[in-house]
């Protein structure tokens, strides 16, 4: 078995999947993990049978297999008792006793959470996005848990800008999930990090996803929850904040959108009104500069293309219309306005103008 520390981690977080990790660390106490396993010293202690069995006949073999993967990927095993172990992570109840980390080994100061919904509308998709990529240019690392939707605009947008991101997983490495995030979580690696507490050939199942949680709210200096319904996992997220004492922003919606029920209810509860990105960064004593159409060189066919756009999404066939241009010369208008971070383009060939 030897007595390489990184085996003891990939075997304690084998358990991970079956054994809760309050139970972990109560079951571990104040051993190292040489005595822990070397010792058996589990055999002493009530156990589930399940729990017992998994320990008594760990399998070494497989261990040493993703050992071997993690090596050659690059990928870290950091455990609770690791000077790299997130220290955000102990003030958990439930800490992870192991972690796998993938990418980034630093985790920068200071950090937000942003999540909602898995099905946002093109409001929910337009201000996650704004806030992202703001809060990411004013040195936030934005930490999402990589699933269909808005979580997935917060790490592109973060990403667009040149900024930092963190995915937490429900699953191993070796299952990204959702599979069409796959590419999105590879382009993470090369300015961020991606986070799991699961052993790299963990398929994801539903119940991995309310614990990951646990873990980016705990990374996070505060939770913004863009468009997410009353019962959104996004709000799992942001009572283990509340919890922690982390504070909750909450970006309001229309009150006939089944999508802002649950934003509207944490800001009835407490969380803070958030209507723009400086509402969140006046907390942290910071200022958001933005650059504004004015301060930028624009052609006269790029002022107007501005001026019928508005906050409500306009589609392409209505914006070549408005200006009476051919889809080439329209689409070549647009792409540079999206560059210059004036226009962002929405599903279904719609688009608007950032509000910045």
């Known amino acids: 078995m030897g007595l390489d520390p990184d085996r003891f981690l990939i075997a304690l977080s084998l358990l991970s999947p079956y054994v809760p990790p309050r139970s972990l660390n109560a079951l571990i106490g104040n051993l190292t993990l040489n005595e822990f396993f070397e010792r058996k010293a589990w055999k002493n202690q009530p156990l589930t049978e399940e729990m017992f069995s998994r320990l008594e006949e760990m399998d070494w073999h497989k ?3 993703i050992e071997k993967w993690c090596k050659e990927n690059g990928v870290q095993v950091l455990g609770k008792w690791s000077p790299s172990y997130p220290e955000k992570l102990k003030r ?3 800490p992870p006793v192991a972690i796998y980390l993938w990418g980034e080994a630093a985790f920068p100061e200071p950090s937000i ?3 909602g919904t898995r099905k946002p509308s093109n409001y929910g998709r337009e201000v996650t996005s704004r806030l992202s990529r703001e809060l990411a240019e004013a040195g936030f690392t934005i930490i999402s848990g990589l699933a269909r939707g ?4 917060a790490h592109q947008a973060a990403l667009e800008v040149g900024g930092k991101t963190i995915a937490v997983l429900g699953s191993g490495f070796e299952h990204i999930y959702p599979p069409e995030n796959r590419k999105l979580a590879l382009k993470i690696l090369e300015s961020g990090g991606l986070i799991s507490e699961y052993p790299p ?5 539903q119940w991995y996803f309310p614990a990951r949680n646990r ?10 929850v863009t468009e997410a319904g009353e019962s959104s996992g996004a709000l799992i997220t942001c009572d283990f904040a509340l919890d922690l004492g982390i504070e909750v922003y909450a970006v309001p919606g229309s009150v006939l959108s089944a999508q802002s ?3 509207h209810r944490l800001i009835k509860e407490g969380a803070k009104l958030v209507e723009s990105t400086q509402d969140i960064l006046e907390d942290f004593g910071l200022q958001l500069f933005p650059k504004t159409p004015s301060s930028l060189d624009l052609s006269p066919e790029e002022r107007k293309a501005l001026e019928i756009l508005c906050s409500d ?3 392409l066939d209505e914006f070549l219309e408005k200006l009476g241009l051919q889809t080439k010369v329209g689409l070549s208008l647009l792409s540079m306005l999206e560059v210059k971070g004036l226009v962002r383009s929405l599903p279904g060939n719609y688009y608007i103008k950032s509000q910045k």
């Open 215 to 224: 873990i980016i709210a705990a990374l996070s200096d505060g939770v913004v």
């Open 150 to 153: 808005l979580d997935s605009v």
């Open 201 to 205: 050939d963990t398929s994801p199942k």
């Open 113 to 115: 959470a942003v999540v």
């Open 313 to 315: 999404p306009l589609s």
């Open 92 to 94: 958990l109840e439930d």
């Open 261 to 263: 029920k649950g934003c």
């Open 63 to 65: 261990v040493e297999r």
